[in-house]
Structures are given as structure tokens and as C-alpha cells.
């Protein structure tokens, strides 16, 4: 499986008209254990920031909200995406 391949916005549009208004169920143990080893690692990422804002002074809460503003930004572009192309799959 390739992480490059798209469907065209003819089929997407074709499969949004075909009566199928559900989501399927594809989550797999494999796919529940990635999300687990993806929570304790962003735990981990949490908890070494607030360890390094403690001796790194008041940078760390500048670049916290320079994160914050970019993240935001990227919630905005995918919510546009979302709301151009309201298609699951």
C-alpha cells in the first residue's frame, strides 16, 4: 500500500451518490495498539516540555503559543478541505 496514491473527485463524488451514508469500521488490535504507543509517547513529549520550561524561562511559553497559532492554522486549512470535499473515504 502506497502512502501516494488518491481517488480521483469523480469516484469520490460517485461513491457520496451511491446511497452509502456510513462510515465503515476498519479499526483493527493492530490500529488500537499504534494509537496506544502514540498516547504514551505524546504523555512522554508533555511531560519532558514542562521539565525543560522550568529551567528554560520564558522563551518556552512564546514558542508554546507560536505552536499553538501555527496548529491552528493547519485546523483551519483541513477543516476548509473538509467542508470543500464533504466525502468519507
Not at 456510513?22 to 509517547?41: D, E, N, V, Y
Not at 505524546?42 to 497559532?69: D, E, H, I, K, M
Amino acid at each position: 500500500m502506497s502512502l501516494f496514491i488518491r481517488k480521483p473527485i469523480s469516484q469520490l463524488l460517485a461513491q457520496a451518490e451511491g446511497g452509502e451514508k456510513s462510515l465503515k469500521r476498519t479499526l483493527t488490535a493492530t490500529s488500537l495498539i499504534m494509537l496506544g504507543i502514540g498516547a504514551i509517547i505524546g504523555a512522554g513529549l508533555f511531560v519532558r516540555t514542562a521539565a525543560a520550561a522550568q529551567n528554560a524561562g520564558p522563551s518556552v511559553t512564546f514558542w508554546f503559543y507560536s505552536g499553538w497559532g501555527r496548529m491552528c492554522l493547519g485546523w483551519t486549512v483541513l477543516c476548509g478541505i473538509i467542508f470543500l470535499y464533504p466525502y468519507s473515504g
